[in-house]
């Protein structure tokens, strides 16, 4: 009976849009594999939204008060990701010049994904505890500190798409927290010293001409600038309805790279058409409704501030890989959360998600 209670508080309209999500996900990747006929990729992504949606109810079950109320079990968590972050270097095998995963069998995991989960639970368990005290330079800079020993791990693998999705997650909980406005502009002033100098000293030839190529786009047209223009060229031959699932020009004949990861989103605008990318994008918006609809009901900071992290994650996902494609950001490797091919990120998502499905569930108890 206990059982039945909780799935009936389960917002369950929040699931189906997930689902919903996943589904156009996989029917791209289904048509991304129709010109090789290697179905393999497909096959994996049913496995990992299997996994996903089995660990999104185990982890509605488990009461997010003791992240609040261990703070060592956080912290726990926390090291165990920087260990397993320091470890690709070692044990990960290089994959396009990228140190990122480590390889089991036919199964590749990335740490990094379940990091921004930590990251997100540490900083909501930091700042609500320290809200009430923004104005103190040391918590933005302590805060800062959590973010930047994993994302600098990251920006040596080198995974600059996932540093600077880390760097909006913190800079997205800073806000939310109630920085002032002259912190935040000292902050900016920072990191345009600090981009500055990693141009002159840190930063890859090859990650510079990703830049250049954004800023330039006819700037090596069949190197970097390669799988900017094919993107654009595909999202233009979608048209209206699109040229249909397995029809894409641009998708099935290989002119667009990574069609089920990086580039989804080019891939569905070409065979779906503004129809599909409305329909995409409003089950975006609807996720992100029902998402911010539960934080203003919570009560506890703790609670309000992991789903606003949560929900600046996606967001942050989200504006990269559609800003990617449109050429409107240079390309930086960030797929599109629930949709991209990816095991992951599949499962972290649905993983943040049982959490909030606790939280929602509290809600409604003591409501």
Request: one cysteine or more.
């Amino acid at each position: 009976m206990e059982l039945l209670k909780h799935f009936q508080k389960l917002d369950w309209i929040l699931i189906a849009i997930a689902g919903a999500l996943v589904a156009f996900g996989l029917l791209l990747i289904y048509s991304c594999s129709l010109g090789s006929g290697d179905f393999l990729n497909f096959q994996k992504q049913i496995i990992f939204f299997s996994i996903g949606i089995f660990l999104m109810f185990l982890a509605s079950f488990v009461d997010f008060r003791s992240f609040k109320n261990e703070p060592y079990l956080i912290l726990a968590a926390y090291f165990f990701c920087l260990l397993s972050l320091a470890g690709l270097f070692f044990f990960g095998p290089e994959i396009r010049g990228v140190k990122g995963w480590y390889k089991l069998g036919p199964v590749s995991i990335d740490p990094i994904e379940f990091t921004k989960l930590i990251l997100i639970i540490l900083l909501a368990k930091y700042f609500s505890l320290r809200h009430i005290e923004m104005y103190r330079v040391r918590h933005i800079l302590l805060s800062g500190l959590y973010v930047f020993l994993p994302a600098a791990l990251i920006f040596f693998q080198p995974d600059m798409g996932s540093v600077m999705v880390l760097v909006f997650l913190w800079i997205g909980v800073l806000l939310i927290s109630g920085i002032k406005l002259r912190h935040f502009l000292v902050l900016l002033l920072c990191g345009l010293i600090l981009f500055a100098f990693s141009w002159m000293f840190l930063l890859k030839d090859y990650q510079k001409e990703r830049i250049i190529s954004f800023v330039q786009p006819q700037f090596e047209p069949l190197g970097i600038g390669w799988s900017q223009t094919q993107a654009k060229i595909a999202i233009g031959n979608g048209g209206l309805l699109g040229q249909g699932i397995g029809k894409g020009s641009q998708t099935q004949y290989g002119f667009l790279s990574e069609p089920q990861t990086d580039f989804i989103f080019s891939a569905i605008a070409e065979e779906t058409g503004l129809a599909g990318v409305t329909v995409l994008l409003t089950l975006f918006l609807l996720f992100m409704w029902r998402i911010l609809r539960i934080a203003a009901k919570v009560r506890s900071n703790f609670s309000r501030l992991f789903i606003s992290g949560f929900a600046v994650l996606l967001a942050a996902q989200i504006f990269i890989n559609i800003g990617m494609n449109l050429g409107l950001l240079p390309i930086i490797g960030i797929p599109m959360p629930f949709v991209s091919y990816g095991g992951s990120g599949m499962i972290m998502f649905f993983i943040a998600l049982g959490i909030l499905q606790n939280i929602k569930t509290e809600v409604d108890r003591t409501s």
